[in-house]
């Protein structure tokens, strides 16, 4: 079988589907954020309300919006006090940025096994991993479906260990009626990708 990158027949049939998905209703209020001159966050009023329609929608007193997930994940676990050579378990089923925000703020990220029903950080490969330098857990919620909040609170306060939520792939989603971004010490999130 050749690759397609070298003539063969490509895997996938279908292009992905344009990206960013939009009609007349965001183009008109993209206009009027832009025609009103009110740009930024300290000026203009669509961030502040973004803001309060979003943390509202998800349980929380407080949402903050920045400018991507990534930057989302970095800013909760400096805002948690985690720096210079502390350890962050992660999973190892994750987007990039989940390392990416780790790195930026000089600390070392533990990549950890998933769970392979779910895809979801393993909470024993938590447990496992949890060293004198360990300072926080990140828990992606993956496909909509959230991590076991449960068991990696309870490893977290056992710990004393930060607990941030990624919920990026997972808008609207709940875990045992609470939602995702509203259980650890901080859920981030980002813009949703084409499906």
């Known amino acids: 079988m050749e690759l397609a990158i070298n003539g063969g027949t490509p895997v996938r049939e279908h292009p992905f589907p344009a990206w960013p998905d939009h009609g007349a209703d965001e183009r008109e209020a993209l206009l009027g954020v832009l025609d009103s001159g009110d740009w930024w966050a300290t000026d203009g009023t669509v961030v502040r309300a973004l803001e309060q329609v979003f943390g509202a929608a998800h349980g929380v007193e407080r949402a903050v919006a920045v400018t991507n997930g990534t930057h989302a994940v970095e800013l909760a676990l ?55 330098r360990t300072r926080a857990v990140i828990a992606v919620h993956v496909a909509g479906q959230p991590a076991d909040m449960d ?32 259980i650890g010490d901080a859920g981030t999130f980002s813009s949703s990708t084409p499906s």
């Open 78 to 132: 400096q805002a948690l006090g985690i720096g210079d050579g502390d350890e962050v378990i992660v999973p190892d089923f994750t987007f990039l940025a989940t390392v990416s925000a780790v790195l930026y703020i000089n600390a070392v990220p533990v990549i950890v096994d998933v769970d392979p029903c779910t895809f979801n950080i393993d909470p024993d490969a938590v447990e496992a991993a949890v060293t004198s």
């Open 151 to 182: 068991r990696l609170t309870e490893i977290c306060r056992r710990h004393d260990l930060a607990l941030v939520e990624d919920g990026a792939h997972a808008h609207g989603s709940s875990w045992k009626g609470q939602p995702v971004g509203s």
